[in-house]
């Protein structure tokens, strides 16, 4: 069978912005368009996925139990249901890879609250093994009707920038419920800041004002959004297309990325060994400090074997080291001292001196 480079797709959005209904209607999309799917149900609290859904985390994690046996609330039973599933990330790796060859999308729907997937390590887990599997895309979903309120706006767009630094997977904005409001003022806002700007001051209260210097700090996410940006409705279907082809640029787009962070891991890599390198060449250098005895310039140890050079250091010692050593001497010879003296050593030194020099020994 021929192998297909596919793409996976992870929905993610605020509680209600329609992600649901967008899986459901992207499916059905590609299954007009005879395209091949594979779909993730990630939410453990959904109570039902309107469409065809291959892997469901229901199946394997009762939301409901986890919150009673860990005594959780609604957000940390769904949290804990998303760590217990990313412990598994190695099947979900063989899952998605294999899926990689036979379909053309793989498509994820997240939890509704967004920060439990986009801030939870699970959240990072799953999206990793998903991009290590295969090209993968962020399809950011945000609900036209609530961010035609410019502070909500740019609080989306916040998130958004954050899910874009977390993840560094391609990103794509689908404004949805396009049936229910005219989206293009979306377009007006990214591509001109200052029509963002006005409109904000309309509002003089303080979340405005914050809002407007967010405003002014996110213009660089503006410009990568207005090519990134596509108008859809669940409902309708409208802007599914555009979605498509959106899709394939963001695979161009993963390709890239992926070129960029093997040539920063070629670099941090590289400036490990630069730093090993050095730190062993220090460390021989100082071994050879200590170990070399430079006559005549050049050193024994370069020329003689360990034992000879003890034998060389006796024949080659015209120190007059006075027996008991006076620690005074500067050669760099050993000097071992001892305490039990013999007997006939004592008589000859004296009593209070029990030092004695080994080499002259
Ligand atoms: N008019 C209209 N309604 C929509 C559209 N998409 C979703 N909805 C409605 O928005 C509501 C929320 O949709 P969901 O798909 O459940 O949203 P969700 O983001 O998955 O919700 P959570 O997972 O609970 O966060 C539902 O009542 C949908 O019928 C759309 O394009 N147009």
């Given at each position: 069978m021929e192998e297909k480079r596919n793409i996976s797709v992870l929905i993610v959005g605020m509680a209600g912005s329609g992600k649901t209904h967008v899986v459901q209607r992207f499916l059905s999309h590609l299954s007009m368009k005879k395209k091949d799917f594979y779909s993730f149900n990630l939410?453990?609290?959904?109570?039902?996925?309107p469409y065809r859904c291959d892997v469901d985390i229901r199946d394997t994690i009762k939301y409901k139990e986890v919150m009673k046996d860990y005594g959780l609330g609604p957000n940390g039973g769904i949290m804990t249901s998303l760590n217990l599933f990313a412990t598994k990330f190695s099947d979900l790796f063989e899952i998605v890879e294999e899926q990689s060859k036979i379909t053309d999308y793989i498509v994820c729907d997240t939890p509704g609250q967004i920060e439990i997937f986009t801030w939870s390590a699970s959240g990072t887990l799953i999206s990793q093994t998903f991009s290590a599997a295969t090209p993968t895309c962020i399809v950011y979903v945000l609900d036209v009707t609530r961010v035609c309120d410019p502070n909500t706006f740019v609080s989306n767009l916040l998130y958004a920038c954050s899910i874009l630094f977390r993840f560094r997977l391609p990103m794509i904005l689908a404004v949805n419920k396009s049936d229910l409001k005219d989206p293009s003022f979306v377009m007006d806002w990214l591509s001109d800041v200052t029509v963002l700007l006005d409109k904000i001051s309309e509002d003089s209260s303080y979340l405005a004002s914050l809002s407007r210097s967010l405003g002014l700090m996110l213009d660089e996410l503006y410009e990568y959004f207005i090519t990134r940006t596509v108008n859809i409705s669940a409902?309708?279907?409208?802007?599914m297309d555009e979605l498509l082809e959106m899709l394939e640029k963001a695979k161009e787009e993963y390709t890239e990325l992926e070129k960029e962070k093997i040539k920063e891991r070629g670099a941090v890599e590289m400036d490990k060994f630069e730093a090993d390198k050095a730190k062993e060449e220090g460390k021989k250098e100082e071994e050879d400090d200590r170990e070399d005895d430079i006559v005549g310039g050049q050193s024994i140890s370069h020329i003689l074997g360990k034992g000879e050079k003890e034998e060389e250091d006796r024949k080659e010692?015209?120190?007059?080291?006075?027996c008991p050593c006076?620690?005074?001497?500067?050669?760099s010879h050993i000097h071992e001292k001892k305490e039990v003296v013999e007997e006939k050593e004592k008589d000859i030194?004296?009593?209070?001196?029990?030092l004695r020099c080994d080499r002259i020994a």
């Open positions: 939410d453990p609290a959904c109570i039902t996925t409902v309708t279907g409208a802007g010692c015209h120190c007059e080291c006075p006076s620690h005074s001497c500067s050669c030194l004296g009593d209070g001196l029990a």
